[in-house]
Structures are given as C-alpha cells and as structure tokens.
C-alpha cells in the first residue's frame, strides 16, 4: 500500500484518508463524499470496503440478493459509481481479484474520460522507477 500510496502521490493527486460516512448524488452530478473531516466532491466513485456494502446501499446501487450488482468494467447501476472486491462476491474472494476490479474500473473512467476504449500499460523501466528500490 505504501508503494501504490508513492506511485498515485507522484501523478500529484489530491489523496485523502480518513473514514467515510456517506456517498450520495450531488444536486448539479457527480458525487458528495462524507467523510469525518468534511465532504469532498467528485466525478466517480470506487467503492472498496470489502463485505461491507452499506454505502453502496445508500447510495441506491442495485443489488443482487445480498451483493452489489456489476458487469466486467464494476459499474454499478448508479451511473459512474463502480464497487469492487468482496461487496460483488460470494466468499470467492482473493486479494489480486479485488485489486483486478480496481483496474477494471480505472480503465472503464479512463475510456469514459478520454472518449474511446483505453488500456494502460507499464513498460519495464516504469515498473524499475517504483520498484527498483525495493530490491536494496
Ligand atoms: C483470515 C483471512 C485470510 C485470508 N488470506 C488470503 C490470502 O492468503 N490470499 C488472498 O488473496 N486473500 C486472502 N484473504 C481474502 C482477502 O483478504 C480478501 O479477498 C480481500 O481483502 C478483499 O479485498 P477488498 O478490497 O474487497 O476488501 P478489504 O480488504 O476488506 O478492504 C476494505 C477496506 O475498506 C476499509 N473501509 C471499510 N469501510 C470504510 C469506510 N466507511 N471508509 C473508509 N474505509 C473503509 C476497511 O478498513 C478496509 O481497509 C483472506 C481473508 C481472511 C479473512
């Protein structure tokens, strides 16, 4: 996590951490995220929190029995909004399948944001860049 942490903080993103306590549907689109240090705004929403599907639920995401319904790409039927890991799953759970959601995901807002089908792939001095050091 640490390692993933340095690798989102190097794109300069604007990271928070901290417990959320609501995801609801803004007034103008987007999103409003609740969170114990205040509410933050955005375009998409990922929701991880593993078996725990409550926020889905507020938010109004259709479930399937007691999961969160998804196709391939993790969106929900609240529009932009993706939940990912155990909240989709029957205990057939493994951390690298959760991880994999996650991309799924990212790519299906990174197609949405540019417009066409889009992949992202590392080349190998990318990945010596972030993991290099780890080998000292
Ligand atoms: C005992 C045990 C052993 C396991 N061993 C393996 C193994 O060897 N290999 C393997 O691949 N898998 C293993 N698993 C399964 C693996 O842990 C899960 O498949 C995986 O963690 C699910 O990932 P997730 O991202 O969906 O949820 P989680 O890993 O549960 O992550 C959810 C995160 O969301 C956070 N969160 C929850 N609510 C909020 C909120 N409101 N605001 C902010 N954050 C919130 C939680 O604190 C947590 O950090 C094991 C599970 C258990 C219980």
């Not at 196709?71 to 609240?78: D, H, I, L, R």
């Not at 949405?112 to 889009?118: D, H, S, V």
């Amino acid at each position: 996590m640490k390692t993933a942490r340095e690798q989102v903080d190097s794109f300069g993103v604007e990271r928070h951490e901290a417990s959320v306590t609501d995801v609801a549907e803004g007034d103008e689109g987007g999103f409003v995220v609740s969170t114990e240090d205040g509410e933050h705004a955005a375009d998409y929403v990922v929701l991880a929190t593993g078996a725990k599907r409550d926020l889905a639920e507020s938010l109004g995401c259709a479930f399937d029995g007691d999961l969160v319904d998804v196709g391939v790409t993790m969106e929900t039927s609240v529009e932009n909004a993706y939940a990912t890991g155990a909240m989709v799953r029957a205990e057939e759970w493994q951390a690298v399948i959760s991880a994999g959601d996650g991309a799924a995901a990212a790519l299906n807002i990174l197609s949405k944001e540019k417009g066409e089908r889009y992949h992202d792939f590392d080349v190998p001095a990318d990945a010596q860049a972030v993991f290099g050091g780890m080998n000292k």
